[in-house]
């Protein structure tokens, strides 16, 4: 088992004497609300009880030195020269140190990783990485960060990445309460805790795919970034609204007409088609945070719209049955959410479907992919009584691994 203890014994052995500091960065499950929070709508995500634990201890020759007991080749950046780190872990290593180049410098860092978060995509293992790097070395350095700030820094240094990722992960990891789900919104921020009701049990499961922030499933991501961007842009001037910046859904999301026009949109477009259409700065839609999507490239629209409008509004209604214990009415809401993330936005694969399924079948509410998909995890709600047929109905489907998780508390110091 993975404890505090055991971190600082592994660090021991790895670089020699004690921490300074050791952080607890738990995973997190996406309830409900995908595909949403880079466009500016709301998420109901939980942290849960398996974590990333890093141990840091500050030195003074500029060198950041990791190891991890999950990923091969030890990391060695210098502090004057972050980028361009060859092993996909690095990269949010190197994006961690780039958000705190003010913090401290010329001091370096040993960090030892360890933890029972699996990574594969789903639980969000990058960003608790990302944010459990980033406070151990500012609270190494001697400037330790509030959670809230901790999870902004990250979610910028996961777009260092590469990954244009819209913030839930980093705040449900840093922001988490045990007992309860987080409405998160952020347009504008706020964020709320939802008490989840007796007679709730959640069970995630692995598809048996791998979806890591990188490569292929990074570019599919950001294809439904800019896919959402350019309907945003084109309903803005269908209803003569004036977007400022970046365009979000989000920004017209509550005008009545917007869902009903959302049919008038086109199947699919190239951002730049899209610009001059309406005589906006293609660079609003196809900017990232260190690259350019290809501004001929076509991208579907409208059923990335579609997912995203009708996606929010389930949000909506999942708070509302958990507020009224009705746990089949969230279920529901569950099974519509991967509906729709299989035949809209097009993020689910066969495999989460076929696990899925399974844990429906063995007595779940409803379950779905949960994460961007492409691949990783399925999450369940069943019974409490349901659990076990529920774990070996997915690994039954899969091959597993597949577990129950707990909503827990978020970041904190161990």
Not at 87 to 101: D, K, M, T
Not at 128 to 150: D, H, M, N
Not at 236 to 244: C, R
Not at 400 to 407: D, N, S
Request: hydrophobic share 45%; aromatic share 6%; proline share 6%.
């Amino acid at each position: 088992m993975v404890s505090a203890e055991s971190i600082r014994a592994g660090f021991g052995g790895r670089f020699g004497g004690e921490p300074s500091v050791v952080v607890r960065a738990p995973g997190r499950v996406n309830l409900i609300g995908e595909h949403t929070d880079y466009c500016g709508l709301p998420v109901l995500p939980i942290a849960i009880d398996r974590a990333t634990f890093i141990a840091a201890a500050p030195t003074a020759d500029g060198i950041l030195r990791a190891t991890s007991t999950a990923f091969p080749a030890q990391a060695e950046i210098a502090r004057s020269a972050p980028r361009h780190q060859s092993e996909p872990w690095h990269q949010y290593l190197s994006g961690a140190l780039h958000e705190l180049a003010a913090v401290a410098p010329g001091r370096g860092a040993n960090l030892f990783i360890d933890g029972d978060l699996p990574a594969g995509g789903g639980l969000s293992s990058s960003s608790a990485l990302t944010v459990g790097v980033i406070s151990a070395l500012a609270a190494a350095w001697g400037s330790p960060l509030e959670p809230v700030e901790a999870a902004r820094l990250a979610t910028t240094a996961e777009r260092h990445a590469g990954a244009e990722t819209g913030g839930m992960d980093q705040q449900a990891i840093a922001l988490g309460r045990a007992g309860n789900a987080l409405r998160i919104e952020f347009l504008p921020p706020a964020v709320r805790y939802v008490p989840l009701p007796e007679g709730l049990a959640f069970v995630v499961a692995y598809s048996g795919q791998d979806a890591l922030k990188g490569g292929s499933v990074r570019d599919a991501y950001n294809e439904r970034v800019v896919g959402t961007r350019i309907a945003a842009l084109m309903l803005a001037d269908m209803l003569g609204v004036e977007l400022e910046g970046t365009p979000l859904l989000g920004n017209v999301a509550g005008i009545d007409a917007a869902g009903v026009m959302v049919v008038e949109l086109p199947d699919q477009m190239a951002p730049r088609n899209a610009a001059n259409a309406v005589e906006a700065n293609v660079e609003r839609v196809i900017q990232f945070a260190t690259s350019h999507f290809d501004s001929a490239r076509k991208v579907p629209v409208k059923r990335y719209a579609q997912h995203v409008l009708s996606e929010a509004e389930r949000v909506d209604a999942a708070e509302v049955a958990l507020a009224a214990g009705d746990l089949k009415a969230f279920g529901r809401l569950l099974n519509e959410s991967h509906d729709s993330l299989r035949n809209d936005c097009r993020c689910s694969t066969p495999a989460l479907d076929k696990v899925a399924a399974a844990m429906r079948k063995s007595g779940a509410f409803g379950a779905r992919l949960t994460g961007a998909g492409f691949g990783g995890y399925a999450v369940a709600a069943c019974p409490p009584a349901k659990v076990q047929a529920v774990v070996e109905a997915a690994v039954a489907a899969t091959g597993g691994p597949a577990f129950e998780v707990t909503a827990s508390d978020g970041l904190s110091f161990a």
